[in-house]
């Protein structure tokens, strides 16, 4: 639910727009304010969890999570809604680290790779198949229902939540040793990273001065809080883990990983919407043939792991990801939904291969008590490496836009002046012959108006 609502909006974002009465530009806080809100919400898991135990934490973000999906749906304007969104984020944010770290925690050895590739089904299957799921909700009902699709599996959520896993008391000394000055540059610090990321390719990045205080406050808090972490002895995260050579070249896999996974799913319906005139739905016919053919693969690729080392899987995964990235180099507007589905095709073929031997990679050497702060890094890692891949591509985008632009403009300058040049050089060629015509013209209306008095 939480992985599928950060892209379920994409496809509606026309319509939210219409209803509130938005701008396009004003209607992106709807997407971004979700993804700021759960930037900050993650690092807070281990704290929360610590605090309140992971049956209390996650069954009061599975509620929270299901009240801001509706009140989503109630929004009177667009500062409701991305007010709302934000709390739907924050909740949410929660929800995908802690399934990470109860996969590690609760599950043996030999059980494992199954819940990573249950896991894995919903970190690449979630966000591929969030447009199709909210164009088809929006096309057949209204924008409304891709909220109230939340409230049916949340309930479920929290009865599974509640039934199987065992209560336990809280640890109350957490807040003795609470670290606000972390906790502060921390939400500042990434928040104000999001925001930047995310409005930087509308806004030309470092010549708009908001951004560059953004990127100056976030470097800053993001230093202070990294400092201080290294120093405690209870860090809110451990960033100490990043000696580590197998977690950190892990995180940098899932940070590659997370801008293939949103960049690709940002620009297509971009493209088909802006150039092919694609409805919601269309849309999200085209984007389902990257979501749904992986699904055969997921119960694979744990015995695959028997038999192969994950290491090679990884590879294999990325090299047929970033084929299906090539397959579209020669494209043109000509280019419908239809002719992109085998590039599609060949990307959910790929994805499996990484999300879960990478988990199994990242997690095989870790501590128990590392677990919620490596859940933590990897989920952090993967969303900025989503937010950085889309302000790449917006950011190219707008250059090649302006620079497209530019050479009609100096096309159109051209053809007028050549369309001028013919007009004057035609008529210098022709001025004796247009004299002789204007003075018989003349002479020979002098010479018959008399007459006609």
Request: aromatic share 12%; proline share 5%.
């Amino acid at each position: 639910m939480a992985i599928l609502d950060i892209q379920i909006t994409n496809s509606s974002l026309k319509d939210i727009q219409a209803a509130l009465g938005a701008t396009l530009e004003e209607s992106s806080w709807v997407a971004t304010s979700y993804l700021v809100a759960e930037m900050i919400a993650i690092p807070l898991c281990g704290f929360f969890a610590a605090w309140l135990s992971p049956r209390r934490y996650l069954l009061w973000n599975g509620a929270g999570f299901i009240l801001a999906s509706l009140a989503c749906s109630f929004a009177w304007n667009l500062d409701s809604m991305i007010v709302f969104r934000a709390l739907q984020g924050f909740t949410g944010g929660a929800l995908i680290p802690m399934a990470f770290t109860l996969i590690v925690t609760l599950l043996p050895a030999e059980k494992r790779p199954i819940g990573m590739a249950l896991f894995g089904v919903t970190a690449t299957f979630a966000p591929t198949i969030g447009p199709t799921l909210g164009g088809w909700l929006t096309e057949v009902f209204s924008w409304h229902y891709i909220f109230y699709l939340n409230v049916i599996p949340g309930a479920l959520v929290l009865f599974l939540l509640s039934e199987g896993l065992e209560k336990e008391e809280g640890d109350p000394s957490q807040l003795k040793r609470i670290d606000l000055f972390g906790i502060v540059t921390m939400a500042v610090g990434m928040g104000c990273l999001e925001v930047m990321l995310e409005e930087g390719a509308r806004d030309d990045w470092f010549d708009t001065e908001y951004i560059r205080w953004l990127a100056l406050i976030s470097a800053s808090c993001l230093f202070l809080f990294a400092r201080k972490q290294l120093a405690s002895e209870h860090p809110l995260v451990n960033l100490r883990l990043f000696k580590n050579r197998d977690f950190t070249l892990a995180c940098i896999s899932y940070f590659v990983l997370g801008a293939a996974l949103f960049g690709s799913v940002y620009l297509v319906p971009l493209y088909l919407a802006s150039v092919q005139d694609y409805t919601a739905l269309d849309i999200g016919l085209v984007l389902m043939w990257v979501g749904f053919p992986q699904l055969p693969f997921f119960p694979l690729i744990p015995r695959l792991l028997k038999h192969i080392d994950a290491k090679y899987l990884v590879a294999f995964g990325f090299l047929v990801v970033g084929g299906s990235m090539f397959m579209n180099v020669h494209m043109t507007s000509n280019y419908t939904g239809a002719y992109l589905i085998p590039a599609l095709l060949v990307r959910a073929i790929g994805q499996p291969f990484i999300i879960v031997p990478l988990s199994i990679l990242s997690s095989q050497n870790l501590d128990p008590k590392e677990v919620p702060s490596a859940s933590t890094l990897y989920n952090v890692m993967r969303n900025l490496g989503g937010a950085v891949g889309i302000a790449m591509l917006a950011t190219a985008l707008e250059y090649r836009t302006d620079v497209h632009l530019a050479d009609l403009q100096q096309r159109i300058v051209v053809a007028v002046k050549m369309r001028w040049n013919i007009y004057v050089n035609w008529a210098i060629c022709c001025r004796p012959v247009a004299a002789v015509l204007i003075r018989v013209m003349v002479y020979s209306w002098l010479s018959y108006t008399p007459k006609l008095w």
